[in-house]
């Protein structure tokens, strides 16, 4: 098990940037594979992003790729999501979630740890 703190949300202006960190506990965070998802209120939560152990493999949601980057510092047990060119549609609760099956697991079912999630708003 895994304890995730997510942090860096707030408000920005469409074509703006923010970047989300998701802080892990533990020693064993080499383990989990990381990934990124949101959620819109009364929409279902979404798939963002997810990255390998090592970090060097990485899987977008057609709507963010090109303008998100994911990335991870192992040493720092800590994830980031960096957003640019954001858009109002991005307007979500934005989850960091942790599971040990496999890299391009894009079901909310298959992650076992959540953080409590950071708010995004974008403006138009």
């Known amino acids: 098990q895994v304890q995730l703190v997510e942090s860096g949300g707030g408000l920005v202006q469409a074509g703006g940037s923010l970047r989300l960190s998701c802080a892990a506990s533990?020693?064993?965070?080499?383990?989990?594979?990381m990934g990124w998802f949101r959620q819109a209120p009364g929409k279902e939560r979404e798939f963002v992003a997810a990255i390998s152990r090592s970090g060097v493999s990485t899987y977008y949601a057609d709507s963010v790729k090109g303008r998100f980057t994911l990335s991870r510092d192992n040493a720092k047990n800590t994830v980031y999501l960096q957003m640019n060119s954001l858009k109002p549609e991005d307007t979500a609760v934005y989850y960091c979630?942790?599971?040990?099956?496999?890299?391009?697991?894009?079901?909310?079912?298959?992650?076992?740890?959540w953080g409590q999630g950071t708010q995004v708003t974008v403006s138009s």
């Open positions: 979630a942790a599971q040990i099956m496999n890299t391009y697991a894009v079901d909310p079912t298959e992650y076992s740890d």
């Open positions: 533990g020693r064993t965070f080499i383990r989990y594979y």
